[in-house]
């Protein structure tokens, strides 16, 4: 069984903050055309005294009692549903990283709701890259490498020498 080192886990959480910004990028960018095909059972048109028909389906009649209507509404509720639910779950990750960039806090990784809205916050106003920087810099930078115990121990002992010798 492999040990799993601090260098692991910081990797781990590297590569789980970009796929959190794909998220965040899909969720922006692809929904909304999609969108229109769950507007789609609330076109009605009107063709005739009081019967409806949807637009994009003339043969379909606008009403809970035909089978097939019904279903779309409830695919359509359900899908407008997920898709409140993944906005609603950007705009709490929006404000928990406005929060966690401010204040003095321990910050010793970027958390996944950070990374979720980075790249659509970049440059904005309240963006502030500095906290990012340093965590990515001094944090990151060292816990990425997991050096080997000998090289490390040859590395000081170099330290040692320069130290002695003054050079």
């Given at each position: 069984?492999?040990v799993q080192t601090?260098?692991?886990?910081?990797?781990?959480?590297?590569?789980?903050?970009?796929?959190?910004?794909?998220?965040?990028?899909?969720?922006?960018?692809?929904?909304?055309?999609?969108?229109?095909?769950?507007?789609?059972?609330?076109?009605?048109?009107?063709?005739?005294?009081?019967?409806?028909?949807?637009?994009?389906?003339?043969?379909?009649?606008?009403?809970?009692?035909?089978?097939?209507?019904?279903?779309?509404?409830?695919?359509?509720?359900?899908?407008?549903?997920?898709?409140?639910?993944?906005?609603?779950?950007?705009?709490?990750?929006?404000?928990?990283?406005?929060?966690?960039?401010?204040?003095?806090?321990?910050?010793?990784?970027?958390?996944?709701?950070?990374?979720?809205?980075?790249?659509?916050?970049?440059?904005?106003?309240?963006?502030?890259?500095?906290?990012?920087?340093?965590?990515?810099?001094?944090?990151?930078?060292?816990?990425?490498?997991?050096?080997?115990?000998?090289?490390?121990q040859e590395r000081?002992?170099?330290?040692?020498?320069?130290?002695?010798?003054?050079?």
């Amino acid at each position: 069984v492999r040990v799993q080192t601090p260098a692991f886990w910081t990797k781990f959480w590297l590569l789980r903050n970009a796929y959190a910004r794909v998220c965040c990028m899909s969720a922006i960018l692809l929904l909304p055309f999609h969108y229109d095909q769950l507007l789609v059972p609330f076109a009605c048109i009107q063709r005739g005294n009081a019967m409806y028909f949807v637009d994009a389906m003339p043969d379909i009649q606008c009403t809970i009692a035909n089978t097939r209507y019904k279903q779309m509404v409830h695919i359509a509720g359900a899908g407008t549903c997920i898709v409140m639910v993944l906005y609603a779950g950007i705009l709490t990750c929006l404000w928990k990283s406005f929060k966690w960039q401010f204040g003095s806090r321990h910050r010793s990784r970027i958390p996944f709701y950070v990374a979720m809205v980075e790249v659509s916050t970049f440059g904005q106003r309240g963006y502030v890259a500095e906290v990012r920087e340093r965590v990515m810099s001094n944090v990151c930078a060292a816990k990425a490498f997991d050096p080997d115990v000998r090289k490390m121990q040859e590395r000081e002992l170099a330290l040692k020498a320069v130290e002695r010798l003054g050079h």
